[in-house]
């Protein structure tokens, strides 16, 4: 195993990486003087991923939506116990999480760490499922799919994505439906894990407190090798139009949510770090605290400080801007900032305001470096993205205002929006008093 150093002189930083004999790629960002440490084991599989074929196959795979998050959920399970309580004994704490297109595993802790590396390495390769513990989860994830059809966050966000998309399945439910989920057996359930659980399909990341030659050690010692095979995701075509501009729902909120979405055409494929780069410097610039945009919807009362956020957000097959917040009118809040969009196209952007956007950006990024949890994080994301850390805080220094103003003829184009909102449940009329 070659195990790498990569460094950057810009941010005066260093981490440690290999490619396993296994196929698994390892990162290691040692911090001297870190009280703690954090781990996180990945593959770049999520709730996207249920229609697919294998290389070693001739024949494509259809399985229930929601699988990817109950797979995660089961293989804490074993026939030991789960490993939930194995963490306890070391005083780790452990959680994992399934996004639209990767899960991981993880654990922060103080001491113990290479205890609890062993237990995050064992657990994520022995997988356990039957038909009575698969049918006891059904039970509990379907508890769990009918509490956030009722949060109000969840619903705003995902009638977005069923607004703004046709055919791709980050339209649905990161955990399915009850429906799908009760389609879940122990047969899919392996299928999916030893297609996706591939080591070649997976990343371990680790910051903090560590020392790398232990780390490598012990990877070395508890991988389990498996042959490599190639994953092809199928995506049924997606139309750039939006399916609805408008979507409506109400709830019970005490002040109304919105989310203002963006479509972009992806069918060239993922943007490079340096389409990102410029795309946050967009958003910088446009939205932040420090924006005309920002003082103005503040100004009138539109939004609040701590609900109003921005972000890019984009996967295999699907890239939107989103902007979300609370307001008491988020029509004006969406018409004000089609109208940002449409200024900055006509006037360009601001020499200063690029400046002073790029230094919050780079500055925001070098101290996420302080943070463990912030690197690891970033890190397996980036390398699911085909994408590196360095070369991200890189693309910020090396942008261009050209190229930023250039990202608005393909971004934030008024006629590819759908503005979700959720507002409160309209008040019964009261009776007449005689």
């Given at each position: 195993?070659?195990?790498?150093?990569?460094?950057?002189?810009?941010?005066?930083?260093?981490?440690?990486?290999?490619?396993?004999?296994?196929?698994?790629?390892?990162?290691?960002?040692?911090?001297?003087?870190?009280?703690?440490?954090?781990?996180?084991?990945?593959?770049?599989?999520?709730?996207?991923?249920?229609?697919?074929?294998?290389?070693?196959?001739?024949?494509?795979?259809?399985?229930?939506?929601?699988?990817?998050?109950?797979?995660?959920?089961?293989?804490?399970?074993?026939?030991?116990?789960?490993?939930?309580?194995?963490?306890?004994?070391?005083?780790?704490?452990?959680?994992?999480?399934?996004?639209?297109?990767?899960?991981?595993?993880?654990?922060?802790?103080?001491?113990?760490?290479?205890?609890?590396?062993?237990?995050?390495?064992?657990?994520?390769?022995?997988?356990?499922?039957?038909?009575?513990?698969?049918?006891?989860?059904?039970?509990?994830?379907?508890?769990?799919?009918?509490?956030?059809?009722?949060?109000?966050?969840?619903?705003?966000?995902?009638?977005?994505?069923?607004?703004?998309?046709?055919?791709?399945?980050?339209?649905?439910?990161?955990?399915?439906?009850?429906?799908?989920?009760?389609?879940?057996?122990?047969?899919?359930?392996?299928?999916?894990?030893?297609?996706?659980?591939?080591?070649?399909?997976?990343?371990?990341?680790?910051?903090?407190?560590?020392?790398?030659?232990?780390?490598?050690?012990?990877?070395?010692?508890?991988?389990?090798?498996?042959?490599?095979?190639?994953?092809?995701?199928?995506?049924?075509?997606?139309?750039?139009?939006?399916?609805?501009?408008?979507?409506?729902?109400?709830?019970?909120?005490?002040?109304?949510?919105?989310?203002?979405?963006?479509?972009?055409?992806?069918?060239?494929?993922?943007?490079?770090?340096?389409?990102?780069?410029?795309?946050?410097?967009?958003?910088?610039?446009?939205?932040?605290?420090?924006?005309?945009?920002?003082?103005?919807?503040?100004?009138?009362?539109?939004?609040?400080?701590?609900?109003?956020?921005?972000?890019?957000f984009e996967g295999s097959g699907y890239a939107a801007v989103i902007f979300s917040g609370e307001s008491k009118d988020p029509d004006a809040v969406a018409k004000a900032v089609r109208e940002e969009a449409d200024r900055l196209r006509r006037e360009g952007i601001d020499p200063q305001a690029f400046e002073r956007a790029r230094k919050a950006l780079y500055g925001r990024n070098v101290a996420a470096l302080n943070s463990a949890e912030n690197i690891a994080n970033s890190m397996i994301a980036l390398t699911f993205a085909d994408r590196e850390l360095f070369s991200y805080i890189d693309a910020i220094v090396g942008a261009k205002l050209e190229?930023?103003?250039?990202?608005?003829?393909?971004?934030?184009?008024?006629?590819?929006?759908?503005?979700?909102?959720?507002?409160?449940?309209?008040?019964?009329?009261?009776?007449?008093?005689?």
């Amino acid at each position: 195993m070659k195990i790498t150093e990569v460094t950057s002189e810009r941010v005066k930083d260093h981490y440690y990486t290999a490619r396993h004999p296994s196929g698994l790629k390892i990162f290691v960002y040692p911090k001297a003087g870190s009280q703690s440490a954090y781990a996180v084991f990945g593959t770049r599989y999520g709730s996207i991923d249920t229609s697919f074929k294998r290389s070693d196959e001739q024949d494509a795979c259809e399985v229930p939506e929601g699988i990817a998050h109950f797979l995660e959920h089961k293989l804490f399970e074993s026939e030991d116990g789960d490993a939930f309580a194995r963490y306890a004994k070391t005083g780790a704490s452990a959680n994992a999480y399934t996004s639209f297109d990767m899960t991981c595993y993880l654990f922060s802790c103080t001491e113990n760490f290479y205890d609890s590396l062993e237990i995050l390495l064992d657990f994520v390769q022995s997988p356990y499922f039957t038909e009575q513990t698969v049918k006891k989860e059904q039970g509990i994830i379907g508890q769990e799919i009918r509490m956030y059809d009722d949060d109000p966050q969840w619903r705003v966000m995902f009638n977005m994505l069923r607004g703004m998309y046709w055919n791709h399945p980050v339209r649905i439910d990161i955990a399915g439906t009850v429906e799908s989920i009760s389609e879940i057996t122990p047969e899919l359930l392996y299928r999916c894990y030893h297609t996706f659980y591939n080591l070649n399909n997976m990343a371990l990341c680790v910051a903090g407190n560590v020392d790398p030659d232990k780390v490598f050690a012990m990877v070395d010692r508890m991988l389990k090798p498996a042959e490599p095979i190639e994953i092809e995701r199928i995506f049924r075509p997606e139309p750039p139009q939006v399916r609805e501009t408008r979507v409506e729902e109400h709830l019970s909120v005490a002040s109304p949510l919105f989310q203002l979405g963006f479509k972009e055409d992806v069918s060239g494929g993922r943007g490079d770090i340096r389409k990102i780069a410029e795309t946050e410097l967009l958003l910088e610039i446009m939205a932040s605290e420090s924006s005309p945009l920002f003082g103005s919807l503040l100004e009138q009362g539109l939004i609040n400080e701590a609900s109003f956020s921005y972000e890019y957000f984009e996967g295999s097959g699907y890239a939107a801007v989103i902007f979300s917040g609370e307001s008491k009118d988020p029509d004006a809040v969406a018409k004000a900032v089609r109208e940002e969009a449409d200024r900055l196209r006509r006037e360009g952007i601001d020499p200063q305001a690029f400046e002073r956007a790029r230094k919050a950006l780079y500055g925001r990024n070098v101290a996420a470096l302080n943070s463990a949890e912030n690197i690891a994080n970033s890190m397996i994301a980036l390398t699911f993205a085909d994408r590196e850390l360095f070369s991200y805080i890189d693309a910020i220094v090396g942008a261009k205002l050209e190229d930023v103003q250039k990202r608005l003829d393909t971004c934030l184009l008024p006629e590819y929006s759908t503005l979700s909102v959720v507002l409160p449940h309209e008040k019964a009329a009261e009776p007449d008093k005689e």
